[in-house]
């Protein structure tokens, strides 16, 4: 729906694009300044009419505001935020125990477990893995290794022997 009608604001008598949705009745620019005057018209236009004249006033009005506050009690009372709770659990301090450190007799760099091997096996052990990291790739090609030395009854490979051969 085209809209290029613009018009004169009431309040600041600039030119404006009214919205499209009201276009049958809006006559005030989008200005803080003008939508202010505008709601104080809109309040204005209200109070005179006859219906409205005594609605903030007499004894019907002072029941009717008595009414409403016993339906909503506490109503005007500031209430309190509610307790703001972490976002996460606080952790638990863990001691740590001295181990003995074992030595691994092969390297952990992916480079020197895999110093023949073909990329096609670094391929195949990242998607059995699940996972590119070299330190993941390097554990499971040690894995493999000892179980194919244990099958064909051979010594496990240690990091001095790629050296010697």
């Not at 809209?3 to 694009?17: D, N, T, V, W």
């Not at 606080?90 to 990329?119: H, W, Y």
Request: net charge positive.
């Amino acid at each position: 729906m085209k809209c290029s009608a613009r018009r004169k604001c009431q309040h600041c008598k600039e030119f404006y694009l009214p919205d499209r949705r009201n276009l049958h009745h809006q006559r005030y620019c989008s200005e803080a300044a003008c939508r202010k005057q505008s709601k104080a018209e809109s309040q204005r236009r209200w109070a005179q009419k006859p219906d409205n004249q005594n609605y903030f006033s007499g004894p019907q009005n002072s029941q009717r505001v008595k009414e409403w506050r016993k339906r909503n009690p506490g109503y005007w009372r500031k209430k309190s935020p509610p307790p703001q709770e972490p976002l996460q659990d606080l952790c638990t301090t863990q001691v740590t125990q001295d181990e003995e450190v074992k030595r691994i007799e092969i390297s952990d760099a992916l480079q020197d477990v895999l110093v023949m091997q073909p990329a096609v096996m670094v391929g195949l052990i990242s998607m059995m893995t699940g996972s590119a990291l070299q330190e993941d790739i390097a554990a499971t090609t040690r894995a493999l290794l000892s179980k194919g030395q244990d099958i064909l009854g051979r010594r496990l490979w240690s990091h001095n022997d790629a050296f010697s051969r």
